[in-house]
Nanobody, 115 residues
Framework: QVQLVESGGGLVQAGGSLRLACAAS????????IGWSRQRPGKPRESVAL???????TYAESAKGRFTVSRDNAKNTAYLEMNSLNPEDTGVYFC?????????WGQGTQVTVSS
């Protein structure tokens, strides 16, 4: 049974930081790309960052220079370090597998940035 569980969300003031974690089970984590996406209020879900199995990364323009995606294969966990947060970053953040025949999503973690 595949499970992705996000954690680390919360309430933070503008300019602050959060580190999200995505703990995976039921997959060969080291061979799986993991993506982070978010759904902001009233907007469609959007991709934020991706870490490939070789640890190479890509970012959405909105995340470049502020967010860092990484992975720890020994812990079957991916991370999204978010700095210089602003109220526009408020939303539910999800992690998902990428590139599998069938992809899986976590339940999401709420991030709220106050001004």
């Amino acid at each position: 049974q595949v499970q992705l569980v996000e954690s680390g969300g919360g309430l933070v003031q503008a300019g602050g930081s959060l580190r999200l974690a995505c703990a995976a089970s039921g997959i060969t984590f080291s061979a799986t790309a993991i993506g982070w996406s978010r759904q902001r209020p009233g907007k469609p879900r959007e991709s934020v960052a991706l870490v490939n199995d070789d640890s190479s990364t890509t970012y959405a323009e909105s995340a470049k220079g502020r967010f860092t995606v990484s992975r720890d294969n020994a812990k079957n966990t991916a991370y999204l370090e978010m700095n210089s947060l602003n109220p526009e970053d408020t939303g539910v953040y999800f992690c998902q597998t990428v590139g599998l025949r069938y992809n899986y999503w976590g339940q999401g973690t709420q991030v709220t940035v106050s001004s």
